[in-house]
């Protein structure tokens, strides 16, 4: 059983579009990331969470702690988005999601 | 502010062999988390340090071993190694990491190959 389930495992969108990621976990947290990982395998950390929402540019967190939910949006998707987005939550240590394979066409 | 540097980027060993992953971290941040990433999943916790002890451990067997340095940068080891061992081998470094508090800083991982 996973700890941390993310959905859709894969998403294809048209440049422009809003996306969303929906991540679920069923531990208790101190925190929740979310992680963005190109091909090449090196990962960049977007947000940590402990309650309600952030905002960075065209990427949105949001987190639901009573629900153990979250969710990444992207707004106006870009092709340069393409990439592996991981939701990870922080229990003692990082616990991550499988990840979910974005891919935006112009 | 540096980031984390991982060496070497990439690494081919054969099977039984001894391999070593270095790791700097991120000026300020005294704790260190080693993670395996095989091929299409998501990265699985190995072990973390904490000013130069280990702190805390996945399920990966002691043939996985590490260490952290005065200067909080951190060694992978692994021992014997076994084909299933081949994956993306990714460090992070944190502030603090068990209180709750800070984010990460990862580094850009090491491929080992093992044939």
């Known amino acids: 059983k996973n700890e941390v389930e993310q959905s859709p495992q894969n998403l294809t969108a048209q440049e422009g579009e809003f996306i969303t990621i929906n991540c679920s976990y069923s531990?208790?947290?101190?925190?929740l990331h979310w992680l963005q990982q190109h091909p090449g395998g090196g990962i960049v950390s977007l947000f940590m969470l402990s309650s309600g929402k952030k905002k960075h540019g065209r990427l949105i967190a949001t987190i639901n702690i009573q629900e153990k939910h979250s969710s990444l949006h992207i707004t106006a998707s870009h092709p340069r988005d393409s990439a592996v987005y991981i939701c990870a939550v922080r229990f003692n240590e990082l616990i991550f999601g499988t990840g979910t394979r974005l891919q935006v066409f112009p | 502010e540096t980031g984390v540097t991982q060496s070497p980027t990439h690494l081919i060993k054969t099977r039984g062999q001894q391999v070593t992953l270095r790791c700097s971290s991120q000026s300020g941040h005294n704790t260190v988390s080693w993670y395996q990433q095989a091929l299409g999943q998501g990265p699985q916790f190995i072990f973390q340090?904490?000013?130069?002890?280990?702190?805390g451990r996945g399920n990966f067997p002691p043939r996985f071993s590490g260490l952290q340095f005065p200067n909080y940068s951190s060694e992978l080891n692994v021992n014997a190694l076994e084909l299933d061992d081949s994956a993306l081998y990714l460090c992070?470094?944190?502030?603090?990491?068990?209180?709750?508090?800070?984010?990460?800083?990862f580094g850009s991982g090491t491929r080992l190959t093992v044939v």
């Open positions: 992070a470094s944190s502030v603090a990491a068990g209180q709750g508090r800070g984010g990460y800083t």
């Open positions: 531990v208790g947290i101190s925190a």
């Open positions: 340090y904490y000013r130069e002890e280990e702190n």
